[in-house]
């Protein structure tokens, strides 16, 4: 089977480049969010002192990775089209 568009043919490539940048932005998160944990003393998220910005990046974070995840997801099926093609 053929892809049909020229999209199609070059989806598994804008896939990938799309999960390397996303997976560089959680890189970056984790970075910031080990700054402010740093900053303020405290790694433990349950705790009350744990700093609110430190909670939001961890929740950007998780979402990046559950993007990421379906991201792969839909690259490997994809790369089974065009290879079976």
């Known amino acids: 089977?053929?892809?049909?568009?020229r999209f199609d043919a070059t989806m598994p490539l804008h896939l990938h480049a799309l999960i390397s940048?996303?997976?560089?932005r959680v890189?970056?998160?984790?970075?910031?969010i080990q700054d402010e944990e740093r900053k303020a003393g405290d790694a433990d998220?349950?705790?009350?002192?744990?700093?609110?910005l430190a909670l939001?990046?961890?929740?950007?974070r998780d979402n990046l990775r559950t993007s990421i995840?379906?991201?792969e997801?839909?690259?490997?099926r994809?790369?089974?089209?065009i290879l079976a093609a």
Do not use: G, H
């Open 1 to 5: 089977m053929q892809p049909t568009s």
């Open 21 to 24: 940048d996303l997976q560089w």
């Open 27 to 32: 890189q970056m998160l984790d970075a910031d």
């Open 45 to 52: 998220p349950t705790s009350l002192t744990y700093p609110i």
């Open 56 to 60: 939001t990046l961890r929740a950007r």
């Open 69 to 71: 995840a379906m991201l």
């Open 73 to 76: 997801s839909r690259f490997a």
């Open 78 to 81: 994809s790369s089974e089209t």
